[in-house]
């Protein structure tokens, strides 16, 4: 697979990853909560996988229904995101420096040595 292939797919992942993100914080500011309690549920979410939606949910007194497709969604693309950033590695045999979540290919990538 050519490296710019690899690279799109990788930032195809990442915008999906903002897309969710945002789609998340849309329904928890539409039920009156602020941005950070919109990123606290995103967290939740993404360090505890699907099993924080409804402790979530209730946490934070928003309807679960509504969530749970949104923060389904969320749980996919971080899955999705960190197996593409993973491959592109592997493919590469360059280690991400930074964070996953702002790492760009291309970008700030070292060797691994460190």
């Known amino acids: 697979m050519k490296m710019s292939n690899r690279k799109g797919q990788v930032e195809y992942a990442k915008e999906r990853l903002v897309k969710a993100v945002n789609q998340v914080l849309g329904i928890v500011r ?3 909560r602020s941005r950070k309690v919109g990123l606290a549920l995103a967290l939740m979410v993404l360090l505890g996988g699907r099993t924080s ?3 979530a949910a209730e946490t934070f007194r928003l309807d679960y229904a509504n969530l749970l497709e949104a923060l389904g969604e ?3 693309a ?3 995101y960190l197996q593409q950033l993973l491959d592109f590695a592997l493919i590469t045999g360059r280690y991400l420096r930074e964070s996953p979540i702002t790492a760009v290919p291309g970008g700030p990538i070292g060797t691994g040595e460190g």
Do not use: T
């Open 30 to 32: 539409r039920n009156g």
């Open 53 to 55: 939606v409804k402790n």
């Open 74 to 76: 969320l749980h996919d």
């Open 78 to 80: 971080w899955r999705d």
